[in-house]
């Protein structure tokens, strides 16, 4: 018999300790995704068809040129940023609250040898590829539809780098969701986050229009507090050859800035995600 | 379904669960309240308890769902302290609430479960059969689990905590919603495991259910161990050999306790009830004698324990 011991158990911040059952998590969330496969995919795919067609065609054919490029290449790596952050933030708040709440698949997981750290980061995991996931069916819609109006849009081979790139991204966006998602107290909660934080992005990160159009000050503002603005340089540099310029700085500053204000918000959301659900769910 | 099945060793009677001065405070509510018990490899013991005893919380606490306010919890030679991972492999959950996977069907709920625990794919759906086919759910194997009733869901429960062939299997009100028929699979279920040397904690309200499969009963009230034995040592101790029941009469009440001068006399609503281990013969003559009708004489029984020593009143949440 071990010694017995009476102390009480600590419930302090601490860095998430975390095994290889991540994947077990990752898969379960993977198998469900597989048997629905069809309503997935389809409004995947839809979403950015429209995009394309009412802006790009649309809009695009009252805007002759934005930084040099057709209308519709400036907007189309957008769009693969905009369908990766989709992808994570709604996997990781409607999803992962819809499963731990009414569903009670996280208690069922808890009571194997998975932890909670676990179930987290793998629903976190599992977000990011959802984006990465969409990215991919984004891309292939624009590379068709480059290749039918022979206009391609994707202009560099840089663009294989894509499902990488939404990965991390997706990484970013699934660990602010899942923030938002251990404080929610109920479901409706989400209207906050999505009308305060994702719809104002999702105009302002150099998606719609240039960022460069905005005042210094506002642009700096962006490029310093949007997560979507860094994706959007990332996605934009591999799909194109280049980033807006901002601020007087070019692709090849803002990439490596972009990277690292990703990896750095990621880790930081990551390890605050897990403390905070942990918090939610150890009573 | 237990074909294959590891037989725990029962030669030494190993403490194999210990609490000490375990304690679960919600806020400032103290749900477990300090309290200490030991449970033997091999046992099968009943937690019994009003609503809101405080069961539902000791069994959390006994596969890390919570962690203890304060006290130990040992399991296996591991404390709940800090080796959760290593506890969970080894215990097997059917918790009270349903928590089963609603994404999946049924079959696909064992196999997705096994998985947690490392199992081979073909070794969990080998697993998931036996159980199904134990279990009487095969026919609704490739069903959402929204098409399952509330009996049918509660044997999945029991199935899927079995898989993983736990040494230590907890299942927090297993016959809760059962036909007769289904709670008689589920005591099976109990005996077989019971034979192969599984240490079961149950938790019921049926106190026939305990008496006939529990080899100890812990009864619990306000976060507290009122009661710890073998039934039958209950039942003697507490209440005697028999109960006789009849209508209220106040005229008879004071002959009752005249006949019946050792024996404790209940009045509850319309009825009296006497607790005694005086022969049937005392019995025979006194309701002859008074001509007495609308009478029960039966065995004393641990739902006799339970009431007595927790009371009559209902719990509400206090
Ligand atoms: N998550 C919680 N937060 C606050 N109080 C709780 C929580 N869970 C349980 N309690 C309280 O703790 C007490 C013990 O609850 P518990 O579920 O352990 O009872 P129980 O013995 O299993 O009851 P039942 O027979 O109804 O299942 C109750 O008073 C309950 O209200
Ligand atoms: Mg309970």
């Known amino acids: ?32 995704f597989t048997k629905t496969i069809g309503v997935n995919f389809l409004p995947s795919m839809l979403e950015p068809i429209i995009y394309l067609f009412a802006f790009g065609f649309g809009l695009g054919g009252f805007i002759p040129e934005v930084n040099g490029l057709p209308y519709i290449n400036f907007i189309a790596p957008a769009l693969v940023a905009i369908s990766v952050m989709n992808g994570a933030f709604f996997e990781c708040t409607y999803g992962s609250f819809v499963r731990m709440y009414y569903q009670k698949t996280f208690d069922a997981l808890v009571a194997t040898p998975i932890s909670i750290d676990e179930v987290v980061a793998g629903e976190i995991l ?51 969701a899942m923030c938002f998602t251990a404080i929610s107290p109920n479901i409706d909660f989400f209207n906050y986050p999505i009308f305060l934080f994702i719809t104002p992005m999702l105009f302002l ?65 990551f390890i ?12 | 379904m237990f074909v294959e099945w590891v037989i725990f060793s029962n030669e030494s009677r190993d403490v194999l669960i210990k609490a000490v001065k375990l304690t679960k405070k919600y806020d400032d509510f103290v749900a477990v309240d300090g309290i200490d018990f030991e449970i033997y490899s091999g046992e099968c013991v009943g937690f019994l308890g009003p609503n809101g005893a405080g069961k539902t919380t000791t069994v959390r606490m006994m596969y890390c769902f919570l962690p203890p306010t304060s006290g130990d919890l040992i399991i296996a030679g591991l404390s709940v302290h800090d080796r959760c991972r290593e506890i969970k492999q ?61 009996g049918m869901k509660r044997r999945l429960i029991f199935a899927r905590a079995l898989l993983h062939k736990p040494k230590v299997l907890l299942l927090d009100e297993p016959t809760t919603g059962l036909d007769p028929q289904a709670r008689h699979l589920v005591w099976d279920a109990v005996r077989q495991l019971k034979k192969l040397h599984v240490t079961i904690i149950l938790t019921t309200h049926y106190m026939d259910e305990a008496e006939i499969l529990c080899d100890r ?22 209440i005697g050999e028999n109960v006789l029941e009849l209508d209220y009469d106040s005229t008879l009440l004071p ?41 029960t004489l039966r065995k004393a029984n641990l739902e006799d324990v339970f009431l007595k020593l927790t009371g009559r009143a209902l719990r509400t949440n206090d």
């Open chain 1, 1 to 32: 018999m071990t010694e017995v011991n009476l102390r009480k158990s600590p419930a302090k911040f601490s860095i998430p300790k975390i095994s290889s059952n991540v994947w077990k998590v990752w898969r379960r969330n993977a198998d469900v």
């Open chain 1, 126 to 176: 599992w977000g990011a590829t959802r984006g990465a996931i969409n990215s991919t069916i984004v891309l292939t819609v624009i590379g068709i539809s480059g290749l039918l109006t022979a206009n391609p849009i994707i202009t560099t081979p840089l663009f294989i780098l894509m499902p990488i790139i939404a990965f991390f991204s997706g990484l970013m966006l699934s660990s602010i």
């Open chain 1, 205 to 269: 990160s150099g998606t719609f229009f240039p960022m460069n159009t905005l005042p210094n000050p506002a642009q700096g503002l962006a490029l310093t507090t949007l997560p979507l603005a860094q994706i959007v340089n990332l996605t934009r540099g591999a799909l194109t050859g280049a980033t807006e310029t901002l601020l007087g700085l070019t692709t090849k500053t803002l990439i490596p800035i972009s990277i690292i204000w990703i990896t750095i918000i990621t880790i930081i959301f």
């Open chain 1, 272 to 283: 605050l995600s897990i403390n905070l659900m942990k918090k939610r769910l150890i009573r």
């Open chain 2, 90 to 150: 080894v215990v097997g959950v059917a918790p009270q609430e349903d928590n089963l996977d609603l994404d999946f069907s049924v079959v696909k709920n064992l196999v997705v479960y096994a998985r947690y625990f490392d199992i081979s794919k073909e070794e969990a759906l080998k697993r998931a059969n036996e159980q199904l086919d134990f279990f009487q759910l095969q026919e609704k194997r490739d069903m959402p689990i929204e098409a399952l009733s509330t």
């Open chain 2, 217 to 238: 009963i812990i009864i619990v009230d306000h976060g507290k161990i009122i009661e710890d034995g073998p039934p039958k040592e209950l039942i003697k101790k507490h």
């Open chain 2, 255 to 295: 002959m009752l306790k005249q006949t019946f001068s050792d024996a404790r006399i209940e009045v509850i609503g319309e009825r009296m009830q006497v607790f005694t281990s005086k022969p049937y013969s005392v019995f025979d003559g006194f309701l002859h004698e008074h001509k007495i009708q609308n009478v």
